[in-house]
C-alpha cells in the first residue's frame, strides 16, 4: 500500500486491475486506492509478471503492506509490492535482534573482514556505523596472533622474571594479548612509586639472570680436610705481627689457582657455542660490600703467585673494593671464580657462574668435623669446597678432578 | 580580565604593535574593515597607516611583500583570511621564506610572522575550513604554532616576533567565542614546550586546537569509568616538543593522538611514529588515532559535526586504547 | 690504658675499617666480628691498627681473648701493664 500523501497511515484497495499470470511493465496501473480524498490509480515500478495478489478488494491495509507479489526477469524468488512506495525507500534489511545493517555497513565489514554479529554500535539504541565496523577493525587486528604481549607488559615480565609463556593467550588484550595489568604485582612496579634500581643491584640481577638462562649449571662437593694448612698458618704465622700474618684465604685462592691450571678445561670462557681457553689463570674474588652488593676483582696470573703475594694482592683489591677505589679493568678479565661464604657460618656455597666463564669455585666455613685418619676418628678443621661448572664446557668427571686437586693441595700446604 | 579568544588575539596585536617598534600588521581588510574575523578591528584608527596596512586580494603578493620586508629589517604580522587561500601564497613561503637562511649561506633571515585562521565547525564548507597546519609543519625552516587556549592567543604572537625565523600562527576559527580570565599583563607563552593542560595516569591524550577542547571535554567524562586521561597541548607543531609527550606515555603507557587535520599523513601520524620508535617498551597497548574523515569538509551541519571529532569519539577512542 | 683508652681505640680503627660502627649500638658481650660484621680480612687490620698504636703481639693464638668488646678491652688494658 503505497503513501499517497504525508498525512496517509493506510488505504482501501477498491479495484484490481491486473491479476495472476499478468505481464506487467514500470509504469502500468495495476489497483485502484481509496484515500480519505479521493481514488487514486497505483503504477507499478518494476517489470514483470504477476504471481499473487496479496490484498483482497474492500480490505483496508496500513501503508506498507505488500499488495501483490510481481516475479522480475532478474529476481524472481524475490516478493515484491507494488513498489508504489516512494516516501518508504526500500527497507534497510534487517539482522540478528533486529539490527539495522545498511548496506554501506554491511559492505565494509565485508571488506574489511569483522564480524557485524560481535560488533555492539557506539550507540546502543542506535544502529550501526560504519564507524563502529573501523573501529571494530582498528581495535581487533585480523592478524593479531595468540600469545601476543604488549612492549609494556614484555619489558615488565623480563624486568621481574616472569615467564610471560605461562600467561600466553590468558591476557586481557585482544585475542588474548598480556597487558601490563595482567602480570602479577604489576601494580608494585607499575609507576613512579617503585623505588629506582640500585645500579650495582641491577647489573648483578642482569648478569645473574643471563647465567640461569643461558648456563646449565652442574654442581660437586668435597669435603676437604684442613688439619695440615691451619696448621701450616698456624706456625707461619706465630711470631709476626698482624700486617705480615696470611689468613687461610690466601691459601684457599692458591689451591685454586694451581687446579685451575692443572685442570684448564674449568680456566677460560664460553663464547659463541665453545669454550675458549684462558690465557693465565685470573682469579675472580667475590668480595662482599658493606651495606649489599658485590664486586669481584681479579687477580691476574694467580697461578704465578706465591702465597705472600696471593695474600698481598687479596689485602689489596678488598681494601681498596670496600673503598670504591678499584680500576673497570681490575673487575674483567677473570678466567674463573671463587667465592667464599664460610665467616657468616655457611658450610657450603653453590655460585652461579659469572658469564661467560665456565666455573665458580665456593669456600665454606672451617668446622671442625670427625675424620678418619688412618684408621681412627679424629676430629679436625674442615671446609667444604664446591664446584659450580657450565656442563656444555665440561662434564662432572672434569669437575671431580678439579676438586680432588684443591683438595690435594690444602692437604699439603708446603706445595702452595 | 575576561577575555575571548578574540579579544586576546587583538590584545596580543596590539601590545606586539606598540611594543615592538620594527612591527606591522597587513593583509585583506586587516584596517578599514577591522579583519575579516574583526582581530583587529579599532587597530588602525589607534594606530595608523604606519602599523595597518591594507593589501589588495592577493596573497602570493603581501606575503612577499613581508618576507622582503622582514630581510630588509623589519617584523612584518601578515594576516591571511584562511589556510586555504594561503595555498596562493605558498611558493613565497616554502620557496622564500622556509629557505632563504639557508640558501644565503645564513647571511638573511626572515624574521615574519604570518596569521591565519585555521579549522571547520562554522558551516564554511570546503573551501574556507581545513587543518592544513599538518601541511607546513612537513617544511624545514618554519616554525608551526596553533593557540588552542585564550592566554596561548594573547601571549604566542611576542613570542613569535621574537623569533629570527618565520614563524606561522594557526588560529582556530571556532575557538573564537571561548572565555578565559587572563592578568592584566600580557604573559609572553613559551613555544618551545607543549602544554600539560590536565594531568592523568591512565591514557596520554596528544592533541592540539580544537581537539584540545574536545579532549577536555572527554577527560571530565572518563573518570566515570575508571579512567584518568593526561591532556597534552602540542601548542608547537613544528618543532614537535616530544620530549613532553614521551615522559607522559612513560608513565600511562598508552597514547592517544587527537587532531583535527586528515588522518594521512598528518601531525597525529608523526605523533604516533614518533611515539612508536621512542618509546616502544612503555606501550601497553596500540597508539590510537582521531582525525578528520578523509574527505572535504561538508557544508550540512550535520555532515560537518559527523566528520569532525567530537568528544563521544574521544572517549570511545579511548576506551577502546585503554580496553 | 685505660679501659676508655683502649675502647676510644678501638672505636677509631673500627671507624677506617667498617665505617658507620657506632660501639654503643654492639653488644659488648658479642662477637665483634658479628656485631661488627667483620670478615677475617677486617679482623686482620683491626688487629694491625692495634698493632701498631700500641706495639703489642697480639698473637693469633691470643684471638680467642679479643673476641668480644669487652674482652678486648680488658685484654687491652692487662697487656699494656
Redesign the interface.
Known amino acids: 500500500m503505497p503513501s499517497l500523501g504525508a498525512d496517509m497511515d493506510e488505504g482501501t484497495l477498491v479495484a484490481w486491475r491486473v491479476g495472476p499470470g499478468d505481464v506487467v511493465r514500470r509504469g502500468d496501473i495495476v489497483a485502484v486506492v481509496q484515500t480519505e480524498k479521493s481514488d487514486i490509480e497505483v503504477e507499478v515500478f518494476e517489470a514483470g509478471t504477476v504471481a499473487e495478489l496479496l490484498v483482497d478488494v474492500g480490505t483496508t491495509v496500513a501503508v506498507g503492506t505488500p499488495l501483490a507479489r510481481i516475479e522480475g526477469e532478474r529476481a524472481a524468488e524475490q516478493p515484491v509490492a507494488t513498489k508504489a512506495t516512494p516516501a518508504r525507500a526500500a527497507s534497510p534489511q534487517r539482522s540478528m535482534a533486529g539490527r539495522v545493517l545498511s548496506p554501506l555497513v554491511r559492505r565494509d565489514a565485508a571488506a574489511l573482514g569483522v564480524d557485524l554479529a560481535s560488533l555492539q554500535p557506539?550507540d546502543p539504541s542506535g544502529p550501526l556505523h560504519r564507524s563502529d565496523v573501523a573501529?571494530a577493525r582498528?581495535?581487533r587486528p585480523a592478524t593479531l596472533r595468540s600469545g601476543a604481549a604488549?612492549?609494556?607488559?614484555?619489558?615488565l615480565a623480563s624486568e621481574r622474571g616472569v615467564d610471560l609463556a605461562v600467561l600466553s593467550g590468558s591476557g586481557?588484550?585482544?585475542a588474548g594479548a598480556v597487558?601490563?595489568?595482567d602480570l602479577p604485582e604489576v601494580s608494585s612496579v607499575?609507576?613512579?612509586e617503585a623505588p629506582p634500581l640500585d645500579p650495582m643491584r641491577a647489573a648483578i640481577a642482569r648478569t645473574m639472570e643471563r647465567s640461569n638462562r643461558e648456563i646449565p649449571h652442574y654442581y660437586l662437593a668435597h669435603t676437604v680436610d684442613l688439619a695440615a694448612s691451619v696448621g701450616w698458618l698456624?706456625g707461619r704465622?706465630?711470631?709476626r705481627?698482624?700486617?705480615g700474618?696470611i689468613?687461610?684465604?690466601a691459601l684457599e685462592l692458591r689451591a685454586v689457582a694451581l687446579a685451575a691450571r692443572k685442570v684448564g678445561e674449568l680456566n677460560g670462557s664460553w663464547v659463541d657455542g665453545r669454550f675458549v681457553a684462558g690465557e693465565g689463570v685470573h682469579l675472580g674474588v667475590i668480595v662482599?660490600l658493606?651495606g649489599g652488593g658485590l664486586l669481584a676483582p681479579v687477580i691476574r696470573d694467580a697461578d704465578r703467585l706465591d702465597v705472600e703475594s696471593t695474600m698481598a694482592a687479596?689485602?689489596d683489591v678488598?681494601?681498596r673494593a670496600r673503598r670504591g677505589a678499584l680500576r673497570s679493568s681490575e673487575l674483567s678479565g677473570a678466567t674463573i671464580t671463587v667465592t667464599n661464604l664460610g665467616?657468616d657460618g655457611v658450610e657450603e656455597i653453590y655460585g652461579v657462574i659469572h658469564p661467560p666463564q665456565v666455573a665458580i669455585v665456593g669456600f665454606g666455613g672451617v668446622i671442625d668435623r670427625v675424620v678418619a685418619t688412618e684408621g681412627r676418628a679424629q676430629v679436625h678443621p674442615t671446609v667444604r669446597v664446591t664446584l659450580a661448572a657450565d656442563h656444555r664446557a665440561t662434564d662432572g668427571r672434569i669437575g671431580g678432578r678439579f676438586l680432588s686437586k684443591v683438595g690435594s693441595l690444602l692437604a699439603q700446604p708446603g706445595k702452595l | 580580565m575576561k577575555l575571548d579568544y578574540r579579544a586576546a588575539l587583538r590584545d596580543g596585536l596590539r601590545h606586539a604593535l606598540i611594543n615592538e617598534p620594527r612591527a606591522f600588521l597587513m593583509g585583506e581588510d586587516v584596517g578599514a574593515y577591522g579583519g575579516c574575523f574583526a582581530v583587529s578591528l579599532g587597530l588602525l584608527e589607534e594606530l595608523g597607516e604606519n602599523k595597518v596596512r591594507d593589501t589588495p586580494l592577493s596573497e602570493s603578493a603581501f606575503v612577499g611583500a613581508g618576507i622582503g620586508a622582514a630581510m630588509g629589517g623589519l617584523r612584518p604580522i601578515v594576516e591571511i583570511m584562511t589556510v586555504n587561500f594561503s595555498l596562493l601564497a605558498l611558493d613565497q613561503i616554502m620557496n622564500n621564506a622556509a629557505t632563504l637562511l639557508h640558501m644565503s649561506g645564513g647571511q638573511f633571515a626572515v624574521p615574519l610572522v604570518i596569521r591565519m585562521t585555521t579549522g571547520a565547525g562554522r558551516q564554511l564548507a570546503a573551501q574556507h575550513s581545513h587543518s592544513l597546519e599538518g601541511w607546513y609543519a612537513h617544511i624545514p625552516g618554519l616554525r608551526i604554532v596553533a593557540p588552542a587556549t585564550v592566554a596561548d592567543a594573547r601571549g604566542m604572537l611576542w613570542t613569535a616576533l621574537a623569533d629570527p625565523d618565520p614563524v606561522l600562527i594557526f588560529e582556530h576559527a571556532a575557538l573564537f567565542g571561548i572565555t578565559d580570565d587572563l592578568p592584566e599583563e600580557l604573559e609572553p607563552v613559551d613555544l618551545d614546550r607543549a602544554a600539560v593542560r590536565r594531568p592523568g595516569t591512565d591514557i596520554t591524550i596528544v592533541t592540539y586546537g580544537s581537539g584540545l577542547h574536545r579532549s577536555l571535554e572527554a577527560a571530565e567524562v572518563l573518570p566515570g569509568e575508571g579512567i584518568s586521561a593526561e591532556v597534552i597541548d602540542l601548542r608547537t607543531l613544528r618543532p614537535l616538543d616530544s620530549d613532553t609527550y614521551l615522559e607522559s606515555v612513560a608513565r600511562t603507557h598508552r597514547a592517544l593522538v587527537v587532531e583535527e587535520g586528515w588522518r594521512t599523513g598528518g601531525i597525529g601520524a608523526e605523533v604516533a611514529a614518533q611515539i612508536g620508535e621512542e618509546a616502544f617498551w612503555d606501550l601497553d597497548a596500540p597508539v590510537g588515532r582521531l582525525a578528520t574523515a578523509e574527505v572535504p569538509i561538508p557544508y550540512a551541519q550535520h555532515l560537518e559535526a559527523a566528520a569532525l571529532v567530537q568528544a563521544d569519539d574521544v572517549v570511545a577512542a579511548v576506551r577502546a586504547v585503554v580496553g | 690504658m685505660t679501659p676508655d683508652e683502649a675502647r676510644s681505640m678501638i672505636a677509631e680503627a673500627l671507624a677506617r675499617i667498617a665505617p658507620g660502627t657506632d660501639l654503643d649500638e654492639l653488644d659488648p658481650d658479642e662477637s665483634l666480628a658479628e656485631e661488627a660484621d667483620l670478615d677475617s680480612m677486617d679482623l686482620l687490620s683491626l688487629l694491625d691498627a692495634l698493632h701498631e698504636r700500641t706495639g703489642l703481639e697480639l698473637a693469633e693464638a691470643d684471638a680467642a681473648q679479643l673476641r668480644t668488646l669487652n674482652s678486648a678491652v680488658a685484654y687491652l688494658v692487662a697487656a699494656s701493664g
Open positions: 557506539a573501529a582498528r581495535t604488549s612492549p609494556y607488559a614484555r619489558r586481557s588484550g585482544p597487558l601490563a595489568r607499575a609507576g613512579s698456624a704465622n706465630a711470631g705481627p698482624p700486617a700474618r689468613l687461610l684465604s662482599a658493606r687479596l689485602s678488598v681494601e665467616e
